[in-house]
Nanobody, 132 residues
Framework: EVQLVQSGGGSVQAGESLTLSCAAS????????IAWFRQAPGKEREGVSC????????ADSVKGRFTISSDNAKNTVTVYLHMNRQKHEETAVYYC?????????????????????????WGQGTQVTVSS
């Protein structure tokens, strides 16, 4: 059974940094994509970043400021989202999610971040509030 357990989050001032964690278990990390999404009140869920088999991808809005990384243990993978120079408009509930990876010849990060509904396992979500 795939399990995603999130930690981190909280409140920061604009320009500050925050790191989110997602402990993933119950599947083969090499065959899956783990992504971070966020959803602000009244807005659709937005793809932020994803990682799969060492390859990373970022939404244009966070390139150069956010970094996704993973720490592989025996039965658990922890995926981190390091968020630097945060902006007030990035206040949202952040979710990690996992799905099986598709043929990388045809499917890249942009596909995964554009289709959150194709992800079948989700973390519990964590609130990030950025004060201006």
């Amino acid at each position: 059974e795939v399990q995603l357990v999130q930690s981190g989050g909280g409140s920061v001032q604009a320009g500050e940094s925050l790191t989110l964690s997602c402990a993933a278990s119950g599947f083969s990390f090499d065959e899956h994509v783990i992504a971070w999404f966020r959803q602000a009140p009244g807005k659709e869920r937005e793809g932020v970043s994803c990682i799969s088999n060492g390859n990373t991808y970022y939404a244009d809005s966070v390139k150069g400021r956010f970094t996704i990384s993973s720490d592989n243990a025996k039965n658990t993978v922890t995926v981190y989202l390091h968020m630097n120079r945060q902006k007030h408009e990035e206040t949202a509930v952040y979710y990690c999610a996992a799905r099986s990876a598709l043929d990388p010849t045809y499917y890249r990060g942009q596909y995964y971040l554009s289709w959150p509904r194709t992800f079948n396992s989700w973390g519990q979500g964590t609130q990030v509030t950025v004060s201006s």
